[in-house]
């Protein structure tokens, strides 16, 4: 079993940048790949950004690309989320997640991550 605590949400304004942070504990020994969705009001969850264990594989949705920056400590079983330029759009709840074999099962998929954590809310004014 693998925990995942998210840190590092809050409200900026519009232009602003935040960094998310999200600790694993558990299962630290194994090879999970870790990510981030989000969750805006009314929206389905969908995927922003992926990592891979060893840092050498890294994917981004289309609408965060250029600004948003995944990033893993494996040390300390961290993944971190730099977010710049935020938007009124980038509003949601941020949620880390960790799996095996993700690429093959489908890295924007829900499914293919078997550890979630319970979220971290970003708001953006404009």
């Known amino acids: 079993q693998v925990q995942l605590v998210e840190s590092g949400g809050g409200l900026v304004q519009a232009g602003g940048s935040l960094r998310l942070s999200c600790a694993s504990s558990?299962?630290?020994?194994?090879?999970?790949?870790m990510g981030w969705f989000r969750q805006a009001p009314g929206k389905e969850r969908v995927f922003v950004a992926v990592i891979t264990w060893g840092g050498s594989g890294i994917y981004y949705a289309d609408s965060v690309k250029g600004r948003f920056t995944i990033s893993r400590d494996s040390a300390k079983n961290t993944v971190y989320l730099q977010m710049n330029s935020l938007n009124p759009e980038d509003t949601a709840v941020y949620y880390c997640v960790a799996g095996f074999n993700v690429l093959t099962r489908g890295l924007r998929l829900e499914s293919s991550y078997d550890f979630w954590g319970q979220g971290t809310q970003v708001t953006v004014s404009s």
């Open positions: 558990g299962r630290t020994s194994s090879r999970y790949t």
